[in-house]
């Protein structure tokens, strides 16, 4: 450890946020990284553990005390490299991870644990903005060539590793720009698309090419692909959503969570809006249906776009309140230290204002005469415990309340991949959660590789870039037997 008695001597330092009354009004990341003489004092806060916990909270096994050591003495670029050695994207997870390497620290059993994301977030500005972070093209080329389908996090972090492996990538994209969740899914509040485009940049320089607004399966079919690959790696996300299938469903005004969140990137990045097909949330009483990281995007959108009012519903009970970061002792059983703490969590969104509800269904909406929602209706919910242990509930009698609403947003999501299209076509195998079947990242069809959302369903970003580098391992095996 750099300072040994650094845990001690120096407290936990959260992140610098614009004040609510000032960020609601723009689109631009308002949380600041750790200037330099802050971020050596939070690397000197690790311990260094004989047994780092924090790897096992990290889905990427980020060497995360070597670099905070480094951290802490001031080795600046050498923290970026060991950090890069096993995070292909640190300025987006320093930005957008819940970071459960963090709820893993060994210091949090008593104390609050070190600011890891923090620090990675301000190692990856350092590496940008001082020109550390750069192409790397390999040196040699292999003659075979892959198609990614995808271009999220996990299909770019297969691309890098194959591309440098010396494979000849290609990526294709349905969207208009590539970057999938990472452009369309996330706020730029959260994570600045010039962040994600300057990636892009730097990808295309290491010899990536892509292929925006195509849709593989029907602007290009399976067998073409077969024809000019060696390889397919399928890294479309789970794009299959959860629906809420209740009367009043069609009315105009209740739209998927993603189609207010894309639409809104395109109007930050300039982009003209179809006319008629206009989701925007001002002088609306909106309404989030789903508790999870989704439906806090749609909470600060919506506060931007400004809302009459805001609320958000969340089927399931309402977790603990706990400290911002609890202690070990402090944990509910289920989620014991280092496990991810069951917790109740108030997102930056959240902190900008939205009535919060637990417990609660939606069972229908109700619409005006122009076929346009006015309302919702609920009924609250009874969880309990039955006789086979597992986690039940029923409805409340006489709990049904109707709701104002011009907007509603369903934020549940997702049930697996795409299964029509590609999938269709190559005859790939589901599982019994609708993801592609698959071992070792290879699917039911020879050369046909999956990896992140479309593998294991829906996740977080540093799952996904872990899927990516650990599906490109075996692409690359699968390359290297094809010669042997």
């Known amino acids: 450890m750099g300072e040994v008695k650094g845990f001690l001597e120096y407290p936990r330092q959260a992140l610098k946020k614009q004040p609510v009354h000032e960020r609601i009004h723009h689109y631009k990341e308002f949380v600041s990284g750790f200037e330099e003489s802050s971020l050596r004092k939070q690397g000197a806060r690790c311990m260094d553990c004989g047994v780092a916990f924090c790897h096992n909270g990290c889905p990427l096994g980020n060497l995360i005390p ?24 640190p300025e987006f997870t320093g930005r957008i991870c819940p970071a459960p390497c963090e709820s893993a620290c060994v210091l949090g059993i008593n104390d609050d644990p070190v600011a890891i994301e ?19 093209r390999p040196s040699f080329r292999s003659g075979k060539k892959v198609a990614i389908i995808g271009s999220g996090p996990s299909g770019l972090a297969a691309a890098q590793q194959l591309n440098r492996a010396g494979h000849s990538v290609v990526v294709f994209e349905r969207s208009d720009r590539p970057g999938g969740l990472l452009m369309y899914g996330i706020p730029d509040f959260k994570l600045e698309k010039s962040k994600v485009e300057r990636r892009i ?3 295309e320089e290491e010899g990536i090419s892509f292929r925006c607004s195509v849709n593989v399966g029907h602007d ?19 794009a299959e959503k959860r629906d809420i299938k209740i ?39 909106v309404i989030v249906i789903g508790g999870g990281d989704t439906g806090s995007d749609c909470v600060g959108t919506s506060r931007r776009q400004g809302a009459r009012s805001i609320t958000q519903f969340e089927i399931m009970t309402q977790p603990p309140k706990l400290s911002t970061y609890p202690r070990a002792a402090e944990r509910p059983e289920e989620s014991a230290w280092p496990a991810w703490t069951h917790m109740l969590r108030t997102s930056g969104s ?13 069972v229908a909406f109700e619409g005006d005469e122009a076929g346009h929602v006015k309302s919702l209706i609920t009924r609250e919910l009874a969880w309990f415990t039955n006789a086979e242990g597992r986690k039940v509930c029923e409805p409340v009698p006489g709990s049904e309340k109707t709701w104002p609403c011009q907007m509603a947003m369903i934020a549940v999501g997702f049930t697996g991949a795409e299964r029509k299209g590609l999938a269709e076509e190559l005859g790939l195998e589901f599982d019994s959660r609708g993801n592609l079947a698959s071992q070792n990242y290879a699917s039911s069809q020879l050369g046909v590789f999956a990896a992140g959302d479309a593998r294991r369903g829906q996740s977080l970003v540093v799952w996904a870039i872990a899927e990516g580098r650990e599906a490109a391992k075996a692409v690359n095996a699968y390359l290297q037997d094809m010669d042997a």
Request: hydrophobic share 45%; charged share 25%; aromatic share 8%.
């Open 66 to 89: 070597s670099w905070n050591q480094l951290v802490s003495e001031e080795q600046y670029r050498s923290a970026l490299e060991l950090l890069l050695s096993t995070n292909n994207f």
């Open 220 to 238: 290009i079919t399976a067998v073409e692909l077969r024809e000019d690959f060696d390889a397919i790696l399928i890294a479309a996300g789970a």
């Open 118 to 136: 923090g620090i990675e977030m301000a190692l990856a500005d350092m590496g940008f903005a001082k020109g550390w972070i750069k192409a790397e």
């Open 201 to 203: 940049r730097l990808l």
């Open 247 to 285: 009367r009043g469903r069609e009315f105009k005004g209740v739209h998927f969570a993603d189609d207010l969140l894309s639409q809104s990137t395109h109007r930050v990045l300039g982009d003209a809006i179809p006319s008629g097909a206009t989701v925007y949330a001002a002088d609306k009483d």
């Open 350 to 362: 959240h902190e900008e204002g939205a009535n919060r509800h637990w417990s609660l269904e939606t």
